[in-house]
């Protein structure tokens, strides 16, 4: 048993770093694909001697086998690099503005797991009626609606309309309620789809069926019986779904001027500053493999068939 867990936590382990890797190839390669940056840096009018002496300085002379050994030598000792348009590192403006991003994150997903996770099992409890069709019919709209377009709903009523809220930035409490609730759409969804299904079929099993006759109450059957079995796959969206709101916050930041990792890749992106687009596809794989990773370890905290 002990050289099975050890086999599958090995796999697991190398799966997790091809999957780093292939992530850290990508952004290496797009980076160079993206064109010459000391055309931006310098100007289109700058003479071809300057912009040869940027290109030695940056090290884009350089062979490109020789470019990316040293960029996965600069990820694996923590070094990512100066950025070309603020001239800071990069692992210090990532942390500048990772706390808004993660303000952000929490809130949507705190939104998304209240709301999600009581109407999935509405609906799963009283599945066929109309409670059930309309939450379904909820969790679907939420699915589909696109996020930008949401979010900008969202500014012209609260905002433009009632003058109730904020349109946009950062600051007091007040500012984070129409992100947070545009980020958390589409996790609510997800989540409230997903308890739906795992409810259905955890009301489904016998042992249900025998705690009812056992004059167990309702609310304790669903809750404490039948939710606590179908709680792993909602626990898997749960952290999956963080990881893609922390590495995918773009359009909402964009849409509320919110000062977050989203808003720092639009700015490298325009600017062509590769060293910054790279570090921040680094930092958002190592968070997705680090969830991952998470997730495996809550398996066999909850389920020990899986250890």
Same mark, same amino acid.
């Given at each position: 048993m002990k050289a099975r867990t050890v086999r599958r936590v090995g796999g697991r382990l190398a799966s997790l770093f091809a999957s780093l890797l292939i992530a850290l190839t990508l952004a290496f390669l797009l980076g160079r694909l993206s064109g010459d940056p000391t055309a931006t840096i310098l100007g289109p009018m700058a003479p071809p001697e300057q912009r040869e002496a940027l290109r030695h300085q940056l090290g884009l002379d350089l062979p490109v086998v020789v470019q990316y050994l040293d960029y996965l030598r600069g990820v694996f000792t923590g070094d990512l690099g100066q950025s070309l348009q603020f001239y800071q590192s990069n692992v210090s403006m990532i942390a500048d503005r990772l706390p808004y991003t993660l303000q952000l994150v929490g809130a949507g997903m705190a939104l998304a797991l209240l709301v999600g996770v009581p109407l999935g099992v509405l609906a799963a409890t009283r599945e066929g009626t109309w409670w059930d069709r309309g939450a379904s019919t909820l969790a679907l709209? +939420?699915?589909?609606? =696109?996020?930008? &377009?949401? +979010?900008?709903? *969202?500014?012209?009523?609260?905002?433009?309309? !009632? +003058? &109730? *809220? #904020?349109? +946009?930035? @950062?600051? @007091? =409490?007040? $500012? !984070?309620? !129409? #992100?947070?609730?545009?980020?958390?759409?589409? #996790?609510?969804? $997800?989540?409230?789809?997903?308890?739906r299904a795992s409810m259905s079929d955890a009301l489904a099993e016998p042992y249900i069926d025998s705690a009812r006759a056992r004059g167990i109450s309702a609310g304790r059957v669903v809750w404490r019986h039948a939710f606590k079995n179908a709680m792993m796959p909602i626990l898997t969206i749960v952290v999956l779904q963080t990881g893609i709101l922390l590495s995918g916050a773009v359009a909402v930041e964009y849409v509320y001027s919110w000062p977050g990792l989203g808003q720092l890749a639009l700015q490298a992106i325009q600017f062509r500053d590769f060293p910054l687009v790279q570090a921040i596809v680094v930092f958002g794989a190592l968070v997705f493999v680090l969830l991952n990773l998470l997730v495996d370890v809550l398996h066999s905290i909850v389920d020990p068939r899986v250890r």
């Open positions: 709209l +939420g699915q589909s609606v =696109p996020v930008f &377009w949401f +979010g900008m709903m *969202l500014v012209v009523l609260f905002a433009v309309q !009632l +003058g &109730w *809220l #904020p349109a +946009g930035q @950062s600051g @007091s =409490p007040r $500012h !984070l309620v !129409l #992100p947070a609730l545009t980020m958390s759409v589409y #996790p609510m969804a $997800h989540i409230a789809r997903l308890t």
